[in-house]
């Protein structure tokens, strides 16, 4: 009992039930951009749906991990000078990284197109691909991005 409470501390502590809980709200910002943009272009449009799904995320995601998550109080300009390039550089691996595999599933296995997905087929191949995504840029901005959290460099 003692090693699965010992687990708990370690998973469960401020910094990534913070992450969680924005990540949540930044998928929900990525997914109603999706949707909304499949909406608008209509059906083969994915690819460029995605592209600006991503770019409304990213955005919301700096602010909410620099202010809430990560506590990178600095607005020098060296501050973020290194953080928004490192951020969206980041962030634009874990997007190539998500494109592939909608390429991958919707492109050539065609996964989206499965009966029981219903019309929901796309928005399902980006659930499945949002939790590597999750991972990925949460080890992004943790170990190279804001690892000097909380520094108020002038």
Known sequence: MTC??????KLFTKEIMLYLF??????VVNFAVFQGMLWLLGEGWHHMAN???????????????????????????????????????????SFLFEEAGIFIMIDLLKLHKLAFLGNFGELAVKVVLA?????????FSKFFIFKNTGEDTR
């Open 51 to 93: 592209v600006i799904a991503f770019v409304a995320a990213a955005s919301f995601a700096y602010i909410t991990n620099k202010l809430f998550v990560f506590e990178s109080r600095s607005f020098a300009k060296n501050v973020l000078k290194k953080e928004i390039p490192a951020f969206f550089g980041a962030r634009v691996v």
């Open 22 to 27: 924005f990540g949540f709200l930044v998928t």
């Open 4 to 9: 699965i409470r010992k687990l708990a501390r």
């Open 131 to 139: 939790v590597v995504v999750i991972v990925l840029n949460y080890v």
